[in-house]
Nanobody
Framework: VQLVESGGGLVQPGGSLRLSCAASGMIFSIYDMAWYRQAPGKQRELVARIFSSGSTYYVDSVKDRFTISRDNAKKTVYLQMNSLKPEDTAVYFC??????????WGQGTQVTVSS
């Protein structure tokens, strides 16, 4: 199983980025997919999750700004991030979880929000 994130970078406050996570070696559609982030000196935290059913969950700090989506045919999960703030600066990790099938992490992509 491999999860490969892309789309990170440097953006000004108020800007947007779209992260992608391409999966391989797994039955993508049965996995709950999520994005986590880890800022320097802080614990890794859940940002958003999209279940295999398509239902979604967001941490309060990103509600109404971030949107998680998935394309099962492309085995890819996305995180559209709008109205970015400096406190969104972190390494963003893709996560795949399926009870009985495994729990996997990508290597992360850096997002920096700064003027």
């Amino acid at each position: 199983v491999q999860l490969v994130e892309s789309g990170g970078g440097l953006v000004q406050p108020g800007g947007s980025l779209r992260l992608s996570c391409a999966a391989s070696g797994m039955i993508f559609s049965i996995y709950d997919m999520a994005w986590y982030r880890q800022a320097p000196g802080k614990q890794r935290e859940l940002v958003a999750r999209i279940f295999s059913s398509g239902s979604t969950y967001y941490v309060d700090s990103v509600k109404d700004r971030f949107t998680i989506s998935r394309d099962n045919a492309k085995k890819t999960v996305y995180l559209q991030m709008n109205s970015l703030k400096p406190e969104d600066t972190a390494v963003y990790f893709c996560n795949a979880l399926s009870t009985g099938w495994g729990h996997y992490w990508g290597q992360g992509t850096q997002v920096t929000v700064s003027s």
